[in-house]
């Protein structure tokens, strides 16, 4: 209806000149016409410019003399004709209305203040305020110095009033046109469509979330690892078996039966079943003689080694495991250069906190070939790293049971400003290669790190809980953006 009015007004007249007194005239409620005008305008049908007014409004207070009167009036019509203590007028009144009141009627001389008796001057008197209330309340205008007086008792407030004046625009039309927003088969074979108004395209409307499936940010992070993998020529090892043996996960590795990461406090060992079908059992023989008595120049570690032991099932504690079975296979083999890389899940019975899980995943890169030296470990970690936006490395010396010399590995992070472990390395010891059967001259230069370290630091996550598990918020994974550019 006030579309039609606002239209139809325009057809015939130059301008509207004030959208409040249009509504006003036209019944209409003026919130009402400026949501109308403002669209109008919107599709250009008209130009609306802004209008403002100052008008006054009243306050709770101006509200209630407008209704019950001034307390000036109230206090007078209180007052009988004979007069009356102050005490009961007060009681009468209440003492707001008995204490303006009176300052007020004073001031209008309406009032004879005896030292007994309060009683009137004039007759009869009008309630000016209360009328005056009741016209602003109307919108009605009134006298500057009322307006000032009404102002000074707080009974009313000024307003900014807004509205528009509003003409015809480029688009104009008497009626608004329907504006369709598909080109459609039907209304181009019947040629309806040049005859069509169309929606224009609103090219920064947001799209619609997706709600189809979304990728992990660990999947993300593993699939970018995995193609440095392969650009740098690796391989990638079957990593599907979660179950191991304590043979492979430990002993194939010149871990001793007695270390500490062999313990059920640190690693989850299974029930059922509780131990390996099937070892390889030359190679067996010569792990355990390499762990009891030594060998290939090394002294062994001088005890007694149980098979028992090594049959044991476990879920695999470093994904160090499958590259021991991979070396194993290798060297059955007559020897060819090996680049293997795998990313996957391991196990460790750890407490949880905000940067260990029970289950994580590791990537694991190494690389097999005749008189291989720690500068080429040191090249290769270099390269690897350097792709994944890490270019500053420190290393330091570190231990591993399998790996001689062992280097830790640092990276600088520009945006922590600091030095960052983010993996571990090593040159595999001779007492895990040579059992194995691998040619005397062949090493081994190995790294790995968890998948979900560098994942935490590319999209800024400082609880791994927040990435990985049950507490995960499904919405992170959908928001977090497809893809990322850079590393920082
Ligand atoms: N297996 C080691 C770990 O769990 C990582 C590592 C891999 C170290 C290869 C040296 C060589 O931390």
């Known amino acids: 209806m006030a579309e039609e009015a606002v239209l139809g007004y325009l057809e015939n007249n130059y301008e509207i000149r004030d959208s409040g007194e249009f509504a ?5 409620d003026h919130n009402e016409m400026v949501n109308v005008i403002k669209s109008l305008h919107g599709f250009r049908y008209v130009d609306a410019e802004d209008i403002k ?9 101006g509200n209630i003399y407008a209704n019950v009167g001034s307390p000036e009036v109230q206090l007078m ?16 009144l209440g003492p707001t209305v008995f204490k303006i009141g009176c300052a007020q009627a004073a001031k209008n001389k309406w009032l004879e203040m005896g030292k007994q008796l309060i009683s009137r001057k004039v007759e009869h008197v009008e309630d000016r305020v209360k009328d005056l209330l009741l016209q602003i309340q109307q919108g009605q205008g009134i006298g500057l110095d009322d307006i000032k007086a009404l102002k000074a008792r707080k009974l009313i407030v000024p307003q900014t009033w807004k509205g528009y004046s509003v003409k015809k625009g480029p688009s104009y ?28 395209y609103n090219y920064s409307a947001k799209g619609q979330p997706l709600e189809g499936g979304h990728l992990h940010p660990l999947l993300k992070v593993r699939c970018q690892i995995k193609q440095i993998f392969l650009c740098m020529g690796f391989e990638e090892m079957p990593t599907n078996n979660y179950v191991e043996s304590s043979f492979w996960n430990f002993d194939s590795l010149f871990q001793p039966q007695q270390h500490p990461a062999r313990d059920s ?5 299974l ?40 049959n044991k099932n476990l879920l695999r504690t470093h994904t160090t495991a499958v590259s021991s079975r991979m070396l194993y296979q290798l060297a059955q083999k007559s020897f ?12 460790r019975n750890e407490a949880v906190d905000r940067t260990h899980l029970a289950e994580f995943h590791q990537i694991e890169g190494l690389v097999c070939d005749r008189g291989l030296t720690l500068c080429d470990l040191i090249g290769v970690l270099h390269d690897f790293f350097s792709r994944l936006g890490m270019t500053k490395l420190k290393f330091k010396p570190a231990y591993n049971p399998y790996t001689e010399p062992s280097m830790e590995i640092f990276s600088y992070h520009e945006g922590f400003k600091k030095w960052v472990e983010v993996g571990n390395s090593g040159m595999f010891r001779p007492e895990m290669l040579r059992p194995m ?33 049950h507490k995960v918020d499904l919405g992170l994974i959908k928001k977090n953006p497809i893809c990322r550019l850079g590393i920082e």
Do not use: C
């Open 24 to 28: 006003a005239e036209r019944g209409v």
């Open 53 to 61: 007014r100052e008008t006054w409004v009243l306050t709770d207070e």
């Open 77 to 92: 019509l209180a007052i009988p004709p004979e007069g009356i203590s102050r005490d009961e007028l007060q009681k009468k």
């Open 173 to 200: 039309a008497p009626k608004r046109k329907k504006v369709v927003t598909d080109l459609t088969r039907d209304n181009f074979q019947s040629g309806e469509w040049k005859e069509l108004e169309f929606k224009e």
């Open 265 to 269: 406090h640190d690693t989850f060992f």
């Open 271 to 310: 029930d059922a079943p509780s131990t390996t079908k099937e070892l390889p059992e030359d190679y067996v023989n010569r792990v355990k003689q390499i762990h009891e008595s030594g060998g290939y120049e090394s002294r062994g570690y001088a005890y007694d080694w149980k098979r028992e032991e090594a």
């Open 336 to 347: 060819s250069p090996k680049k293997y890389f795998s990313i996957d899940r391991v196990f």
């Open 437 to 469: 059967g691998l040619p005397e001259d062949v090493q081994v230069i190995a790294w790995g790190l968890s998948l979900e370290r560098p994942t935490m630091i590319m999209y800024g996550i400082d609880n791994i809980r927040d990435l990985f598990g």
